[in-house]
């Protein structure tokens, strides 16, 4: 029988959910491919197998799909046990990386199982020792952000290392291996070889599945001492681990001059004192 009558059915219809969360794996030209480390899960009361991948059997389920004008506040919640490995996940170290959801509908029985939602995490909720909750957005949400494309100022607005930086992060890519660590700050002897301040503004990287890659950026860098935004969970003394200088986007040697990039420079240093906006007719 065909997923649309099943579907129309007043009796036969059963449907169960299948939930797939996935973080993209990084590809040889740098793309990511979502779907390859991934966490399944259906609604069903027995493991379903579907394209040759397991979805297991938990007591999963969600609030079901909204769509109004506002896909921003289109908030899709799916509920599982805080028992499954993705809610331990969430529980003590979320992932840096995007982790994109796509929802299934099929009835039981039906080989079929069309696409009935897709979406990235957004937010977690340990509401009790029991479940949790996972707050998810519409990717259309992430297409219809109202923002600057670009504003003056004396200061570089670029990203360092993105498209418009153009800086080749594996060129200043230093490999280092951690020494010792605490809640926020990891130490090792290798950074100390590099003056004060040169990896503040910058981050860290590792591998933490097959192709996948967590960060935390870095507020501070004092001798052989990096101070973290965020936790050093997931971090362990022995682990070679990948750091990348910041840039305090001026036009100096801690900034663009130390990437020999003033040719991607996305400031105007050269912005005269005086405000446009404080009435003087000179800019009218």
Known sequence: MSFDFLERSNHKSQI??????????????????????????????????????????????DNGASITSESQTDQFSITLPSSTELAQIFRADPPSAMMRVTVRRRNVGDPDAPIYWVGVVSSADHSDDLTTTLACTDLTATLSRNANRCYWSRSCTRALYDNLCKVNKTQYKVDVAIDAIDGTTITSAAIGTYEAGYFAGGFIEWERWPGVYDRRGIEEHNGTSLSLIGSTDQLQVGMTIQAYPGCDRTTGTTGCGRFNNMSNYGGYPFMPGKSPFDGNPVFY
């Open 16 to 61: 169960v959910s299948l939930y797939e969360f996935s973080v993209g794996v990084q590809q040889s030209d740098g793309s990511l491919l979502f779907g390859q480390q991934a966490w399944r899960y259906t609604s069903q009361d027995s493991d379903v197998t579907l394209d040759n991948v397991v979805y297991s059997s938990a007591p999963v389920d």
